[in-house]
Nanobody
Framework: QVQVVESGGGLVQPGGSLRLSCEAS????????MGWYRQAPGKERELVAS???????NYADSVKGRFTISRDNAKNTVFQQMNSLKPEDKAVYYC????????????????WGQGTLVTVSA
């Protein structure tokens, strides 16, 4: 199986920055797409950014130019640098990892992190 551990959330003032990290561990044969989703109170969970490979990234329109997703394949870790944060960025941010595991044969898995709260407030 695969486990993921997130870190980096917290309270920041508008215009500030935060960096989220998510490390995957377990019987990983290959990590495929890694990404970040968020869910604000009363809203659906939405994709913020994803990185299928180190040379390809996707962003929600609302965060383009402010957030940067990256990955370190040697450390099985995905990062999200969030700059120029706005109050509307407040949400619980979830790491999502898709991988091939090799515990019992080879199979595809999708794993969610426990979520980390980002609050943007003066």
């Amino acid at each position: 199986q695969v486990q993921v551990v997130e870190s980096g959330g917290g309270l920041v003032q508008p215009g500030g920055s935060l960096r989220l990290s998510c490390e995957a561990s377990g019987s990983i044969f290959r990590l495929n797409t890694m990404g970040w989703y968020r869910q604000a109170p009363g809203k659906e969970r939405e994709l913020v950014a994803s990185i299928p490979s180190s040379s390809n990234t996707n962003y929600a329109d609302s965060v383009k130019g402010r957030f940067t997703i990256s990955r370190d394949n040697a450390k099985n870790t995905v990062f999200q640098q969030m700059n120029s944060l706005k109050p509307e960025d407040k949400a619980v941010y979830y790491c999502n990892v898709r991988a091939i595991v090799s515990d019992v044969g080879y199979r595809n898995v999708e794993v969610w992190g426990q979520g980390t709260l980002v609050t943007v407030s003066a």
